[in-house]
């Protein structure tokens, strides 16, 4: 064992050393911004980690519920809800969004670590997923528009969101968030995680809906739950699916990780799926019935790639066809997708520590937001819902992935699923469902670091974190909390306002600092032309009045503060402080903070 030990550290040594790892800025890599802690074979675990905790997108077949390209002609039955006919198109069409939805997801994982050395995968949304499916397509396309033609909205999207993102929209919605809000995202995401992870269509099926509450408890086998609602009637935690889940992939994963033991979620999914996939026991995946005969058909293929056919480019270039609808779908597209996937990906860079507290951005921020919105717009062409970041690379930054190399591990293993797709489909959700709960709590510890003192941070920062699981939406939580903010702060400052100063809060230096101007770095586009445009205007007058000109023994100093004439959104960088030393060591430049 030691001896496996010492080659294992003796391989991330070597490949720490290379230019690989260099690339990567791993831990001894020589790189000047190299990141601690940071191993490779560590991050191939955190990635497959991530996968394994996504891989529940591949089964997914809420897109298919709209139809996609099949035609019903049936008069007698508009919605074809017992066509034989469209049930076999639709079948197949549900096959390559399997393919499909893998292929997006490990192209667009891939593609963003490389280019943004982050740990974070992106996939077709789930949430997004749901609006486009039964929202704008409806079921078997009984929406406001096709099928086609919603993909060309997401397409467009895609292009506008890089817009977006060139010229900092998207790095200054981050930045002009006030901070106890953001923190707020990340724990109500963490709580979101959590309710994921309880529930049945995608946990251990511990809550489920209710009737006269929004939730109640669960837990009871299938046969016990309500077919329209999904709650239990009775035998109310009972399931032997729930409790393997909780013993299994939640108890004995949390005893692993006590004594930090490696790949604890990991052994946790693979343990409760391999005692799931035997047939004839109460916690089988595959029960006798029709669902569990086509999972357990599909099951023993094993090996099985579906080409993609019905989704591949279809996308409907008539948009004067249906003018209102198109815009509606898109307007409603980008501004539940900006915030979404902002706020997920701002919360990812914050529990893996790569924000910088003086900018409150992220390294290649305007990069990733860029990459995102590509990926966008490929997701659209080959047939699925909006990328989007998924919250679920939380689990693998739990397990020790700090760098883009768990995302293209995560990557590579979704391209792989598209040729073993009928394994990776069959693990069960109670696998993964304690996993997610687990990651949950992780992202909940920096709740701490919002700031409890003020009641107008304190305030918007809960209705946040309450709003994001139980609005079921990251996007409409902080949504809630930007609203209550606003009102509240801006009837304490009108207040303050029209008292003249005499009416404050008792705790108001308790209150956070927030500005409507963010405050760190340009992005690169705005800064780079604001540069050629300096260059251009004043071209031969430089010497005379762009440089800052300090002379020792004089009592005044020349400088430029780097405002152009329509005057720019950019900080001051420098302040004159009067009288100046004359001794050039002492001078002095106070950075504005």
């Known amino acids: 064992m030691e001896a496996i030990r010492n080659s294992v550290e003796s391989f991330n040594v070597y490949i720490c050393q290379s230019t690989f790892g260099r690339v990567f800025r791993l831990e001894g890599s020589g790189h000047e911004k190299e990141i601690k802690n940071t191993k490779f074979t560590t991050e191939l675990r955190a990635g497959l980690t991530t996968f394994f905790t996504m891989a529940y997108i591949i089964a997914a077949r809420i897109l298919s519920d709209t139809g996609g390209n099949c035609i019903c002609n049936d008069v007698n039955d508009p919605l074809c809800k017992v066509n034989v006919e469209y049930a076999v198109c639709v079948q197949d069409l549900n096959r390559n969004l399997i393919t499909a939805t893998a292929a997006v997801a490990g192209f667009s994982s891939f ?66 968030i006030p ?11 963490g709580l979101f995680l959590a309710e994921v992870g309880l529930s049945s269509s995608t946990g251990i099926g511990v809550i489920s809906g209710a009737t006269s509450t929004p939730l109640e408890i669960g837990g009871c086998p299938e046969q016990y739950k309500d077919e329209l609602t999904g709650r239990c009637l009775s035998h109310k935690m009972t399931s032997p699916t729930m409790w393997l889940g909780i013993m299994c992939g ?76 198109f815009a509606l779908a898109l307007f409603t597209f980008l501004y539940v997708d900006i915030i979404d996937c902002t706020a997920t990906l701002y919360s990812m860079a914050r529990f893996s520590g790569v924000v910088d507290p003086e900018t409150g951005d992220f390294p290649r921020s305007t990069l990733a ?18 990328v989007t970041a998924f919250i679920e690379s939380g689990a693998g930054i739990a397990e020790g992935g700090k760098t883009g190399l768990t995302a293209m591990t995560c990557g590579i293993c979704f391209i792989i699923s598209m040729f073993f797709a009928p394994i990776f489909a069959s693990i069960p959700p109670w696998a993964t469902g304690c996993t997610l709960i687990l990651v949950g709590c992780l992202m909940m510890r920096q709740i701490v670091s919002i700031n409890w003192r003020y009641i107008g941070d304190a305030v918007p920062a809960f209705v946040t974190v309450m709003f994001i699981p139980f609005g079921y939406s990251a996007a409409y939580g902080l949504i809630a909390g930007l609203m209550v903010y606003t009102a509240l702060n801006g009837l ?26 963010p405050h760190g770095k340009l992005p690169w586009f705005i ?51 009067h009288p100046l030393p004359t001794d050039p060591s002492q001078e002095k430049v106070l950075r504005k903070m």
């Open 527 to 577: 800064t780079a032309g604001q540069a050629l445009a300096d260059r251009l205007s004043h071209g031969s007058s430089k010497n005379k009045n762009d440089n800052t000109s300090v002379r020792s023994g004089e009592s005044s100093w020349k400088y430029h503060n780097r405002l152009n004439s329509k005057g720019s959104n950019r900080e001051l960088n420098t302040v004159v402080v």
């Open 179 to 189: 901070v106890s809000l953001k923190i707020a995202a990340a724990c109500g995401i």
């Open 250 to 325: 939640g108890i004995i994963t949390a005893y692993l990780m006590t004594y930090k033991v490696k790949s604890a979620m990991i052994a946790g999914i693979l343990l409760v799926s391999i005692i799931s996939w035997p047939r004839g026991t109460p916690v089988t995946f595959f029960p006798d019935n029709e669902r569990g005969n086509d999972r357990w058909n599909f099951f023993k293929k094993v090996v099985d790639f579906h080409p993609i056919n019905h989704t591949l480019n279809v996308l409907d270039w008539k948009i004067n066809a249906a003018p209102g609808h």
């Open 111 to 176: 593609l963003f670590g490389f280019l943004t050395n982050m740990p974070v995968c992106l996939a077709p949304g789930m949430g997004l997923n749901a609006y486009f499916a039964y929202q704008i397509v409806g079921y078997h396309g009984s929406g406001l528009i096709s099928y086609n033609l919603a993909l060309t909205a997401v397409f467009f999207e895609g292009f506008i969101f890089i817009f977006l993102s060139l010229i900092g929209m998207r790095q200054w919605l981050v930045k002009v």
């Open 369 to 386: 937001y860029c990459t995102d919105a590509f990926c966008i717009s490929i997701g659209a062409l080959l047939g699925t819902s909006p």
């Open 492 to 517: 304490v400052y009108i207040t303050k306002l029209v008292s003249g100063g005499r009416i404050v809060p008792d705790d108001e230096d308790s209150r956070e600092f927030w500005n409507i101007k």
